[in-house]
T-cell receptor, first 116, second 111 residues
């Protein structure tokens, strides 16, 4: 089974702090994704990466950056945390397949981040 | 552009009731369609998928049919259990191997 592991289940940080969320996958997937999940809004894509050192902006990249130094690891960085970044953050991985993939993404259990 | 619209919840049912969660989409190209489920405290798990028009995906008693003429992918189950209580997300594959998700529908099943 594919395993996507997020480093923390719960995290509490203060406004203005730099926050790192880590994600590791064990299936050698090319693609990795960071989403945030908010009630009534579903999952929104923050950033994704299709290869080491490659990154692409998703739908809501403002206030975030990412790092992918190794294929299995994808980090989300909140440069200066703000209260409106309080949310559930989900990491996912998947294979590259053509233009419209019919393969699912595999998700971690999420990190519930609170910014005070 | 691409978008997914799901029925608003929460949906509250008694055990053994019939379940339908509506999902409609707008898309360019030839997307695949997915239903994911999120149990309390967990991440999303793939429930079922369909890759082309008229395909039916099924798993654990859940079914959904890819209807291109109505741009729909409604989730159904004949007899729900308390253990089916979760949040259900409809999604489509977008260009670049991305997924576009609906807002999610909370399902609560009472015994």
């Amino acid at each position: 089974d594919v395993k996507v592991t997020q480093s923390s289940r719960y995290l509490v940080k203060r406004t203005g702090e730099k926050v790192f969320l880590e994600c590791v996958q064990d299936m050698d997937h090319e693609n990795m994704f960071w989403y945030r999940q908010d009630p009534g809004l579903g999952l929104r894509l923050i950033y994704f990466s299709y290869d080491v050192k490659m990154k692409e902006k998703g739908d809501i990249p403002e206030g975030y950056s990412v790092s992918r130094e190794k294929k299995e690891r994808f980090s989300l960085i909140l440069e200066s945390a703000s209260t409106n970044q309080t949310s559930m953050y989900l990491c996912a991985s998947g294979i590259i397949q053509g233009t419209y993939s019919n393969q699912p993404q595999h998700f971690g259990d999420g990190t519930r981040l609170s910014i005070l | 552009g691409n978008s997914v619209t799901q029925m608003e919840g929460p949906v509250t049912l008694s055990e053994e009731a019939f379940l339908t969660i509506n999902c409609t989409y707008t898309a360019t190209g030839y997307p695949s369609l997915f239903w994911y489920v999120q149990y309390p405290g967990e991440g999303l798990q793939l429930l079922l998928k369909a890759t082309k028009a008229d395909d039916k995906g099924s798993n654990k008693g859940f079914e959904a049919t890819y209807r291109k003429e109505t741009t729909s992918f409604h989730l159904e189950k004949g007899s729900v259990q308390v253990s089916d209580s979760a949040v259900y997300f409809c999604a489509l594959s977008a260009k670049g191997n991305k997924l576009v998700f609906g807002a999610g529908t909370i399902l609560r099943v009472k015994s």
